[in-house]
């Protein structure tokens, strides 16, 4: 399966390749984009991975592609950047944020990315995103200094299906 080769922005392309995935999870799927997802059939993959993409989608895509990862996959890797919890992990947070604004600079575009980056921040960063697909995260592991978070989880069938999901902080208006 090929990978996504749409969230190539900088820094995210930079950083996805030090996600410290776990030695089994490395060879499955990384980044694979909506459509692939959506030709697979339910369960089809035993692990799939999600490196800083999630955050350069609109909101819409990027929990319709969280959904469809969990509908195809019975786990789910996903890295990504989230709030921080703690004052120990503000200075990263806001150093990952100034690497973003900054690599929106380099691509034609890049303010649409940063536009899609300042809302799923908005929203909750990955635990939000998460929440509002569905997904229930099993593990974490703080990545870039708190300011990113590697999240092992799975979906139960009702969440893929459907018919949960948008209630949460990625609905409209919230």
Do not use: Q
């Amino acid at each position: 399966m090929k990978n996504f080769s749409g969230a190539s922005f900088f820094p995210w392309s930079a950083v996805r390749d030090l996600v410290p995935w776990p030695a089994d999870a490395r060879s499955a799927p990384l980044n694979p984009s909506l459509a692939m997802l959506c030709a697979l059939a339910d369960g089809a993959l035993s692990c799939l991975r999600l490196g800083y993409v999630l955050s350069c989608l609109s909101p819409e895509d990027a929990e319709n592609m969280l959904r469809e990862a969990g509908r195809c996959a019975r786990v789910v890797l996903a890295a990504d950047f989230r709030l921080a919890e703690r004052n120990m992990e503000t200075p990263a947070a806001v150093l990952a944020g100034f690497a973003a604004m900054a690599g929106t600079a380099f691509r034609k575009g890049g303010n649409a990315v940063f536009a899609c980056a300042r809302e799923y921040m908005r929203r909750g960063g990955l635990e939000g995103l998460a929440r509002a697909a569905g997904m229930e995260i099993t593990r974490r592991r703080s990545l870039l200094g708190g300011a990113a978070v590697l999240a092992y989880g799975t979906f139960s069938p009702v969440a893929v299906s459907g018919r949960a999901g948008s209630a949460g902080l990625w609905a409209a208006g919230s």
